[in-house]
């Protein structure tokens, strides 16, 4: 494959030169770089190969061959960094991939919000609590949740923790995936333990059966195992918000004639840093890593068309993905335009739907949840649109997790606004649990293939 020449004004650090918004407010420079300088020395956590493999793939879901799921926390904790809640997220993430390759016939990319998304922007840079204001908790890589003025000071040690726990996360998903944890013939091992008690767990396990079945028939007839039935890919995605974390796992690769984000393979810019002349935008436009950029109800046809001028001048299929999250309210209308512009540009991307963000509300005692009808509503939507337009809807992005938490309402066990304090853990923005996940999939796999309900 031919390389795109890199950027001859581009380098690491050139984002320093202009605004980076939502960035912290260290107290001591000196011990941020410091820090990013220890940081550029240690192992990258992800390969050069990696990254190009996935590029490829995302190439492929472009074309409508491959699609794309992308899934995992709102914002990882450190204290999270178990072998428990680690396998957890990965098995909730393979059932999903199971049952969509097995109503959409086509190959799934498997993306996890996962081994990094430890920084979140936030809409102020204070909290008040009563008489008291102090930093807002920006994620773990930034500063610590509890609310306390030591806790909230910006700690440049944390950016080391942070590749720690995601190399030790990315490790122990690779050591999984490379164990057989992930063959096909055997997704019943899967299965968390309180699956079984999920009114989508029948037609699940339905799916599993053909599935096996259709394997074991499959090698009987060739007389050989099935290619990639034994094995998949598993790639790791965060938002590149924190710039000088980002920078410092930024390498310049001579083989590949290129600079590579060595942090995660698949990053992505949010809509607040998604600005032409943000710092975010400079630093996205020289590194080779496919990357993402989240679209919301405020994002123009001519903002998006800037965007991709710069982002991917040169047209490379596989770069760029659109993660759209307008809200099921206000799809019919944003969506449309966005893909005209797109289509206008001839730029190749990946369309993919976050039905997360746009429906976060608040319930009446003050509660962030979002209601699985709303979120399911705007994933169909989203299909539709696409179809009617000519286009095609290649991937999802959602915040979900392997445990039995009560932060989203509705789903098929009907869980209310009172249900919400009995199990809600997240400390940002609330996600799908287990069964509403595995439901979200098999209702998407439903809407494209309507024989999944009578498996």
Not at 275 to 298: S, T
Not at 343 to 353: D, I, K
Not at 403 to 430: F, H, I, K, M, N
């Amino acid at each position: 494959m031919t390389r795109k020449p890199n950027p001859t004004d581009w380098h690491p650090t050139t984002w320093q030169k202009l605004q980076a918004t939502q960035q912290p407010l260290y107290p001591d420079s000196a011990a941020v770089e410091h820090v990013v300088s220890e940081l550029s020395k240690l192992p990258p956590i992800v390969t050069s190969g990696e990254i190009l493999a996935l590029k490829s793939q995302i190439a492929a879901a472009q074309r409508g061959e491959a699609f794309l799921l992308q899934g995992g926390d709102c914002a990882e904790s450190f204290a999270e960094c178990t072998s428990d809640a680690i396998a957890k997220k990965l098995k909730i993430l393979l059932q999903m991939s199971v049952v969509l390759l097995y109503g959409l016939k086509k190959p799934i990319i498997r993306v996890g919000r996962m081994a990094g998304q430890y920084a979140k922007p936030r809409s102020a840079d204070t909290e008040t609590r009563g008489d008291e204001t102090l930093p807002s908790y920006r994620g773990d890589l930034v500063n610590r949740h509890p609310f306390t003025a030591e806790d909230r000071i910006p700690d440049p040690q944390l950016m080391l923790r942070g590749y720690e726990r995601a190399a030790l996360t990315l490790n122990f998903v690779r050591a999984l995936v490379d164990g057989g944890f992930a063959d096909l013939h055997h997704p019943e091992n899967w299965d968390l333990d309180f699956v079984h008690h999920s009114p989508t767990a029948d037609r699940y396990q339905r799916i599993v059966h053909n599935i096996s079945e259709s394997l074991d028939l499959i090698e009987v007839v060739t007389g050989q195992a099935a290619y990639g039935a034994q094995r998949v890919d598993f790639y790791s995605s965060h938002e590149g918000l924190h710039l000088p974390y980002e920078q410092a796992q930024t390498r310049w690769l001579e083989k590949r004639n290129g600079w590579f984000n060595l942090a995660t393979h698949f990053p992505w810019v949010g809509m607040r840093t998604a600005a032409i002349d943000d710092a975010h935008v400079e630093y996205y436009r020289g590194i080779e890593n496919p990357i993402a950029i989240k679209l919301g109800p405020a994002m123009s046809a001519e903002w998006l068309q800037e965007l991709l001028a710069v982002l991917n001048p040169r047209a490379e299929p596989g770069r760029m993905t659109l993660i759209c999250r307008f809200g099921a309210d206000k799809i019919e209308q944003s969506l449309p335009p966005l893909i005209q512009a797109v289509r206008a540009t001839g730029s190749p991307v990946l369309w993919s739907c976050d039905p997360m963000h746009g429906n976060t509300e608040s319930t009446a005692s003050g509660v962030k949840t979002r209601r699985f009808d709303n979120i399911l509503s705007e994933v169909k939507q989203a299909f539709r649109i696409h179809r009617d337009m000519g286009s095609h809807l290649g991937g999802v992005h959602f915040e979900l997790t392997g445990d039995d938490v009560t932060e989203c309402t509705g789903g098929a066990r009907g869980l209310t606004d009172a249900d919400l304090q009995r199990a809600y853990r997240s400390t940002v923005d609330p996600r799908l649990n287990y069964e509403q996940a595995l439901e979200l999939a098999l209702n998407i796999a439903d809407a494209e293939n309507g024989s999944i309900g009578g498996v």
